[in-house]
């Protein structure tokens, strides 16, 4: 089984390069951004929650998304692997994840972290804040603290894989092509 953490700071291009990973290795994609979205756009209880702290830049509490990703892995129990895109994004979430995955007899095969700086992500979101539609993409002050957010509580993420010898950096800087290729040439050393 392949599955890979795809890691990174809002905007570092975790869902454009999932994507390129998808049609590649015909992995299951595993979004938190989007179970979230999607649970806003039904309205649901815990949407209504989500939407209020995503618009505040905060992270949505861990076990609701914890909760969330242990309804997917058991509802693909046939899956040649899995991507998760943005989770997971504490300490908590990653210890629970390899939890969650030992009792299914897996594990993370890799970390892939891509390295964006933030005057970069600032300029990424706030174009994508244009046409998306999205309300925690419109205002650069939200924007910062999303930033914020990850500094403080994602980035010790990769400290927990990187003690486990799954670390892998890559530039996140460059064309959509290039970062893909880089990425490619990471999974196929495991
Ligand atoms: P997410 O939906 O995970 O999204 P993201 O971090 O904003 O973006 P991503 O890195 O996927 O960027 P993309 O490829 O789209 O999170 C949203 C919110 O949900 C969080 O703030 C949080 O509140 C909540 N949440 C989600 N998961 C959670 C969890 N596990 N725990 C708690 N809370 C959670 O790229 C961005 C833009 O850059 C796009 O417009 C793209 O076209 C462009 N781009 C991509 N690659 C490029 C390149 N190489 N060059 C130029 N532009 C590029």
Not at 84 to 107: C, H, I, M, N, Y
Request: proline share 3%; glycine share 10%; net charge negative.
């Amino acid at each position: 089984m392949l599955n890979l953490v795809l890691f990174g700071p809002p905007g570092a291009g975790k869902g454009t390069q999932s994507k390129n990973l998808i049609d590649k290795y015909g992995l299951i994609h595993l979004s938190t951004g989007d179970l979230l979205r999607g649970e806003i756009a039904e309205g649901t209880e815990l949407g209504l929650e989500a939407k209020k702290l995503m618009d505040e830049g905060k992270l949505v509490p861990d076990a609701v998304v914890i909760g969330m990703i242990s309804h997917k892995l058991d509802a693909n129990k046939d899956a040649k692997g899995f991507i998760f895109d943005g989770f997971p994004r504490t300490v908590a979430q990653a210890a629970a994840l390899d939890e969650l995955l030992e009792s299914k007899g897996s594990s993370i095969t890799a970390m892939v972290a891509l390295e964006v700086n933030d005057n970069e992500l600032e300029h990424r979101l706030l174009l994508r804040g244009k046409d998306s539609g999205r309300s925690d993409d419109a205002n650069p002050e939200i924007i910062r603290k999303r930033i914020k957010e990850y500094n403080d509580k994602t980035a010790p993420v990769a400290d927990f894989y990187r003690g486990q010898d799954k670390f892998n950096s890559i530039n996140g800087i460059g064309s959509i092509d290039e970062i893909f290729a880089a990425i490619s040439e990471v999974t196929e050393k495991y």
